[in-house]
C-alpha cells in the first residue's frame, strides 16, 4: 500500500510540472489543489487541505509571471503532506521541512531551462535537416525533462525523508517550531510586496488605501471586496477609453500613445 | 498554397495548450513551444519543404506571453501567414513582437494575479476549515478556460493584422482598469492575510499593559503587517534582495522573535 502511494505521489509531481507548464493550467502548482489531490492519495484528506490552505495563504501573489523562477509552492505542499501522514508531524513542522525543499528546486528550475535551450537548437537543426517528423520527438523529451523538476526533489523526499523528519522531531527544540510557524504568517507579505512592485502602486494609491480600510475596519470578505474593486475598475476603463478616444481624433490615427504599464 | 480549415486551426490551438510554457529557454524563451504548436498547421500552408523551413526558422525567434493571450497572438499569425505567406515574414515578427507586451500585461494582472490572489484566498480559508469546495471550484474553473482560450484563438485568427490597430487603443484602458481590481485586494490581503503579533507586556504593579491590544490596535488595526508590507516592498527595489533572500529574512526574523518572546503566535 506504501508503495503504490509512493508511486502515485511522484506521478503527481510529474503531472503537476506538466500541467503547469500547459496554456490550460487545471491544478498548476497551487497549493491548496495539489493539496487535494495528494491529500487523496496519501488517504488523509483534511492533511492535505490544511498544508495545502496554509501553503496557498502563504504563497499568495508568488507567481512564476513571465517565466521567473519564484520557490517552488507546489513542490513544498507535496513533500509537506507525504511527511505529515508518514511520520505523524504536526502541520507547522511539515511544511518547515517541505518549504526548504520547494526553495531548494528553485535551482533545479535554472539548470532545466539551460537545458531547455539544447533541445531547442537540436529542434531547429532537425528542421533545417528537413527531418520534421521528429520535431515533436524533441519537444516530447523536453516535456519529459522538465517533469524531472519536480520528480527529483519528491523522489528524494519518498525516498528519505522519513527518517531525516523522525530525527528532525527529536532534536528540534521548541521555539524553533514557534518561530517556524510565525515565519508561516509573516511569509505572506512576500508575494503581496511582489504584487506591489508589479502593479502601478503610485498611480492608483488610493485604491490600495480603500482595499485595506474596508477589510481591516468594515471586515468585508475578500469576495466582496473584489466586487467592489470591479465596480471602481468599470469606472475607470470607460473614463480612460473615453479620454483615449479623444486623443485619437486629436491626433488623426496616432495610435501608438505612451503606455504607461511598467514591466 | 492551401486555406486552413476549422481543424487545423483547433489543432494549433490544442497543440499550444499541451506546451506552452515547456520548452521555457534563456536564449527565446517560449519559441519551442510556438515551433510545436505551429508545425503541423505551416506545413499546409508551405507544401515546398524550402518555404517551409523559412517560415519556421522565423518562428524560433524570441517569444513571451501570458500563455492564454498568446492565443490571441498566434491565432492572428497564422491568418497573416495563410494570407500573404513569406511575403508576411517581417510582418509576423512584429506583430508577435508588438502584441506580446500589452497582451501579456493584461494576461499577467489576470491570469497571474487577480484570479490566483482571490480565488487562493477563498480556497485556502476553506482548505484550512477542511472543506475542498474551494479548490474543486478553482479547478472547475481552469477547465471552462479551455473555451475561453479557443475563442480567443478564433478572435485572433478572424482579426489578424486588423488587431494590432484595433487593440492598441483600449489595451493600456484595460490595464489600468484590471490593476484598480488588483490593487484593492492587495489591499485587502495585508491586514487580514499577513499575520505578525507581539505577546510583550509592561506590567507596573499591578496593571498589566499588553503591547499589542492595548497599543498598536488603538493606533490602526494591522499596524504590524503593514510595517512588514512597507519594508518587503522597499527591499523588493533594492537590487540584491532576491524574494528567496527576503523569505530567508523573514523566517530568520521569526526564529530570533520566538526565541526572545518579541513575537507570538498569531
Known amino acids: 500500500m506504501n508503495f503504490i502511494q509512493d508511486i502515485l505521489v511522484i506521478l503527481i509531481a510529474a503531472y503537476m510540472a506538466w500541467d503547469n507548464g500547459t496554456g490550460n493550467q487545471i491544478t498548476g502548482n497551487w497549493p491548496v489543489t495539489i493539496g487535494l489531490l495528494v491529500g487523496l492519495v496519501m488517504g488523509d484528506v483534511t492533511t492535505g487541505l490544511v498544508i495545502g490552505g496554509t501553503l496557498q495563504l502563504m504563497s499568495l501573489g508568488v507567481a512564476g509571471i513571465g517565466g521567473s523562477s519564484v520557490p517552488e509552492y507546489g513542490v513544498a505542499t507535496i513533500v509537506s503532506i507525504f511527511l505529515a501522514v508518514r511520520t505523524g508531524a504536526d502541520t507547522g513542522t511539515a511544511i518547515a521541512v517541505g518549504l526548504p525543499v520547494g526553495m531548494l528546486t528553485l535551482q533545479l528550475d535554472v539548470v532545466l531551462k539551460m537545458i531547455n535551450n539544447v533541445y531547442a537548437h537540436w529542434s531547429l537543426k532537425l528542421l533545417q535537416n528537413k527531418q520534421f517528423n521528429k520535431m515533436d520527438g524533441v519537444f516530447y523529451l523536453t516535456v519529459v525533462t522538465w517533469m524531472m523538476k519536480y520528480v527529483i526533489p519528491v523522489t528524494l523526499v519518498v525516498l528519505f525523508g522519513t527518517p531525516i523528519v523522525d530525527l528532525v522531531l527529536q532534536v528540534i527544540p521548541v521555539w524553533f517550531t514557534n518561530g517556524l510557524q510565525i515565519a508561516g504568517g509573516m511569509l505572506p507579505v512576500v508575494g503581496i510586496g511582489l504584487l506591489l512592485r508589479y502593479m502601478p502602486v503610485k498611480k492608483y494609491m488610493s485604491f490600495l488605501i480603500i482595499g485595506y480600510v474596508v477589510s481591516a475596519y468594515l471586515n468585508v470578505p475578500v469576495l466582496g471586496i473584489a466586487l467592489l474593486g470591479a465596480a471602481a475598475a468599470y469606472i475607470i476603463y470607460s473614463n480612460n477609453v473615453q479620454k483615449s478616444e479623444e486623443l485619437f481624433v486629436e491626433t488623426e490615427g496616432n495610435a501608438s500613445e505612451g503606455d504607461d504599464f511598467d514591466e | 498554397m492551401s486555406k486552413l480549415t476549422e481543424k487545423d486551426r483547433k489543432s494549433m490551438f490544442r497543440r499550444w495548450i499541451f506546451g506552452a510554457g515547456l520548452g521555457y529557454n534563456y536564449e527565446s524563451q517560449q519559441a519551442p513551444a510556438v515551433v510545436f504548436a505551429m508545425r503541423k498547421a505551416l506545413r499546409k500552408i508551405y507544401p515546398n519543404d524550402e518555404e517551409y523551413i523559412e517560415a519556421m526558422e522565423n518562428h524560433y525567434k524570441y517569444f513571451n506571453a501570458t500563455p492564454q493571450m498568446a492565443n490571441i497572438i498566434l491565432g492572428a499569425t497564422l491568418a497573416m501567414e495563410e494570407k500573404d505567406g513569406l511575403k508576411a515574414k517581417e510582418a509576423v515578427q512584429s506583430l508577435k513582437t508588438s502584441l506580446m507586451g500589452p497582451l501579456s500585461g493584461v494576461g499577467d494582472s489576470v491570469f497571474w494575479i487577480l484570479i490566483p490572489t482571490i480565488m487562493g484566498s477563498i480556497a485556502g480559508y476553506m482548505a484550512l476549515q477542511g472543506n475542498a469546495m474551494g479548490a474543486i471550484l478553482w479547478m472547475v474553473m481552469y477547465i471552462a478556460f479551455y473555451w475561453l482560450k479557443m475563442w480567443l484563438c478564433k478572435v485572433g485568427y478572424e482579426s489578424g493584422t486588423k488587431l494590432i490597430t484595433s487593440l492598441g487603443k483600449q489595451i493600456s484602458s484595460f490595464t489600468d482598469a484590471v490593476s484598480v481590481m488588483g490593487l484593492m485586494v492587495v489591499g485587502s490581503l495585508i491586514p487580514t492575510v499577513v499575520k505578525m503579533i507581539t505577546p510583550l507586556e509592561f506590567s507596573t504593579g499591578d496593571v498589566v499593559l499588553s503591547v499589542q491590544t492595548e497599543i498598536f490596535d488603538k493606533i490602526m488595526p494591522a499596524l504590524l503587517p503593514v510595517g512588514l508590507t512597507l ?30 518572546g518579541i513575537l507570538g503566535i498569531a
Open chain 2, 231 to 260: 519594508l518587503v516592498y522597499y527591499l523588493l527595489g533594492k537590487k540584491n534582495w532576491t524574494p528567496t533572500k527576503i523569505i530567508l529574512l523573514i523566517i530568520v526574523i521569526s526564529l530570533v522573535g520566538a526565541a526572545t
